[in-house]
């Protein structure tokens, strides 16, 4: 039996709700694997600025270095919306990423066929679309110094800083150049370097480090130009590599465009470290009420057992599952269209495991 510890952060809103699913889903894929899970479970967030006064407890920390995954569900509410940028529940995760050293973010996008009136987009563009947004992600404006609000000429001023190293660029380009391989063969690194120094030299060194991987095909777009054509024609991507403030921008997007935000994973990997959480938020609008969508969770997990578990034949299994139940109709409400199964969380995942 081969044993993995598992660090369990399910935060604020939604997020206990989605976490008990996806625990469910591995227990389930465990026996049948013979894989054996030791779930350790920490404060992160409004949970933990709650308990603690911090949205990131060293307790909690500790947890996660001592752990082989993190599965982290969402963090932030309304309840503390007030709060200084620095001691926001965000703040929490943001730090994680950075203590763990998560430099990339990977944000797979795929359009299901059982989904395609779930598109905004009309069938013709988003059937077949299947892309992976990799994102920078423990650099660039999220961390860059000097930052801050302060009084200039008599009036407030608020400023932040675009910054990359060569090296933080190198590795991510590098990265985007290795899974490309083993897809479709064609990177795009979006960035505005028609107005930024920052995005100038990133363009350079997404370049330069392409010379080494001469057989993946490499194109250049700004952002703003990118933003279109992910919904004028999204089948023609294939790895997005951008920084931190981009590609927070760019996969919401595609998110939306393969039918819901509630549908999409993500892996925050590093070089020691991994951790797995979906692309959206705590969704304070539905939290409490048993009924959000827990696929980009159990999703996550998947991630977790192909990447950190290396058994891709469960992560594989997992995404089976949830393409059969979303072919047999059943939907919860952010996919729900006229004549499928509206059904809530918990039937949502009882489905799933169903097909485990
Ligand atoms: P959100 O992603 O939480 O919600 C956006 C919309 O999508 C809402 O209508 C929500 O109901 C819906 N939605 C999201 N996930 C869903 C799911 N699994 N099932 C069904 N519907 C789903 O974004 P927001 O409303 O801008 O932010 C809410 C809070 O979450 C904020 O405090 C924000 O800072 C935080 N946030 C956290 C993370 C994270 O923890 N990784 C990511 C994004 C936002
Ligand atoms: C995400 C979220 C976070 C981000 C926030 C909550 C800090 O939007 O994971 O996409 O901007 O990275
Ligand atoms: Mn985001």
Redesign the pocket.
Known sequence: KRTFKIAVLP?D??GPE?MEAAIEVLNAVSKKYDLQFEYKEGLI?GAAIDATGDPLPDETLKIAKESDAVL?A????EKW?NLPTDKR??KG?LRIRKELELFANLRPGKAYTALLDSSPLKETLIKGVDLVVIRELTGGIYFGEPRGIEERKGEKVGFNTMIYYEHEVKRIAKLAFEIARGRKKKVTSVDKANVLEVSALWREIVTETHSDYQDVELEHMYVDNCAMQLVRRPKDFDVIVTGNLFGDILSDEAGALTG???MLPSASIGERYALY??????????AGQGI???I?MILSAAMMLDITCKVPQAARDIENAVEKVLNEGYR???IWSPGTKKVNTKEMTEAIIEHI
């Open positions: 935060g809103g939604i989605i967030g982290l969402a963090v932030g509410g919306d529940p965000e995760l819901s935000l509630g959480e979906p692309v959206h938020g705590s969704a304070p609008d539905i959000a969508n827990p980009a919860t409400g952010d």
